[in-house]
């Protein structure tokens, strides 16, 4: 069974940072990318960042220069990091992963997501 776990969500002031984490397990793939997505409320869910299995990244242009996205392929993880946060950066943030290895920007195109993580950026 696939699980992904993130964890590193909370409360931030403007300009501040975050750093988010999901934890993979029960993946059958030896090698698959991996994605941050965001949905506001009442908006459907957006790109974010991706990553490959090794280390190749994409990012929606409103966070870039601002968040990293990096993974521990030992671990099974994969990290976001937010800097200079914005009120708009305010969503849940979900973590997934593709079953093959490349940078994708849709949501369709992965096959398993996290809970989600609640990010809150006060102004």
């Known amino acids: 069974q696939v699980q992904l776990v993130e964890s590193g969500g909370g409360s931030a002031q403007s300009g501040g940072s975050l750093r988010l984490s999901c934890a993979a397990s029960g993946l059958t793939s030896s090698r698959y990318g991996m994605g941050w997505f965001l949905q506001a409320p009442g908006k459907e869910r957006e790109f974010v960042a991706a990553?490959?299995?090794?280390?190749?990244?994409y990012y929606v242009d409103s966070v870039k220069g601002r968040f990293t996205i990096s993974r521990d392929n030992a671990k099974n993880t994969v990290y976001l990091q937010m800097n200079s946060l914005k009120p708009d950066d305010t969503a849940v943030y979900y973590c997934a992963a593709a079953t093959t290895n490349y940078l994708y920007v849709r949501a369709t195109e992965y096959a398993y997501w996290g809970q989600g993580t609640q990010v809150t950026v006060s102004s």
């Open positions: 990553i490959t299995w090794g280390g190749s990244t």
